[in-house]
């Protein structure tokens, strides 16, 4: 099971940053995705992370902004988000996909609850 939390409101400009634990089992093996759904819009991929944490991936609309890092030891992946802007509003989910990362949501098998960021302009 996936658990994001760290989610919050936030003015324009400011930081948060979103945590994702397992529990059940052991995330060293799995690559791990972080996607956000805004009212009314698609879910879209924002950021993956190799098994490894060799390789980071980030969507256009964030990067430079948002970092994805994983500490194996504590089971958990983050999501640090800087300078945040008001388009950035939306519910967060990590997920861990079958086999590598990919910005295809039906391309991840597990999934976490989702956590609320709402950024204020």
């Known amino acids: 099971q996936l658990q994001a939390s760290g989610g919050g409101l936030v003015q324009a400009g400011g930081s948060l940053r979103l945590s994702c634990a397992a529990s059940g089992f052991t995330l060293d093996y799995y690559a791990i995705g972080w996607f956000r759904q805004a009212p009314g819009k698609e879910r879209e991929g924002v950021s993956c992370?190799?098994?490894?944490?060799?390789?980071?991936y980030y969507a256009d609309s964030v990067k430079g902004r948002f970092t994805i890092s994983r500490d194996n030891a504590k089971n958990t992946v983050y999501l640090q988000m800087n300078s945040l802007k008001p388009e950035d509003t939306a519910v967060y989910y990590c997920?861990?996909?079958?086999?590598?990362?990919?910005?295809?949501?039906?391309?991840?098998?597990?999934w976490g609850q989702g956590t609320q960021v709402t950024v204020s302009s």
């Open positions: 992370i190799s098994s490894s944490g060799g390789s980071t």
């Open positions: 997920a861990a996909p079958k086999y590598m990362c990919s910005w295809y949501s039906y391309e991840f098998d597990y």
